[in-house]
């Protein structure tokens, strides 16, 4: 019995002469590059952006709502595991602004070289890291 998947990776070329063609995008063929790396990146941190903002928002309404409901968000988030949320939420927020100011670049017509773009893509995740490391360690000096 014939693999029906068999029809999905049948196509024609220029000349009408059928070929066999792999589906698009292929995991075996593709290689994952530093551009293919940011843009999914910077999907997922507009994902976590939102929930970010969500939790702000929960933030806001326990300000509002009096000491005691404040307290216990605030003890939430002094707590390790909301300290590393916090942190996240700080990395994807640096990661999304300067991944923001990249793409605003290639809006402009700049950037579009190979070489330029491997260049942008790890100043982005650099200055992600660079960025985040500073506002906490300012943070930590502050507070």
């Known amino acids: 019995m014939k693999d029906v998947r068999e029809a999905l990776m049948v196509g024609r070329n220029s000349e009408g002469k059928l070929v066999r063609r792999p589906l698009s995008p292929h995991l075996q063929v593709y290689k994952p590059q530093i551009s293919s790396a940011t843009s999914i990146f910077h999907r997922i941190t507009g994902v976590a952006l939102s929930a970010g903002t969500i939790l702000l928002v929960a933030w806001l309404v ?8 404040f307290s216990v968000v605030q003890a939430i988030f002094a707590s390790w595991i909301g300290q590393l949320v916090l ?24 950037g579009f070289e190979l070489p330029d773009m491997h260049r942008s893509g790890r100043l982005v995740i650099g200055a992600a890291i660079l960025l985040t490391v500073a506002f906490w360690a300012v943070a930590y000096i502050v507070g």
Do not use: E, Q
């Open 62 to 69: 326990a300000a509002a709502s009096g000491d005691a409901a």
């Open 87 to 110: 942190f996240g939420f700080t990395l994807a927020l640096f990661y999304h602004f300067c991944n923001g100011i990249r793409h605003l670049s290639w809006d402009a017509g700049k």
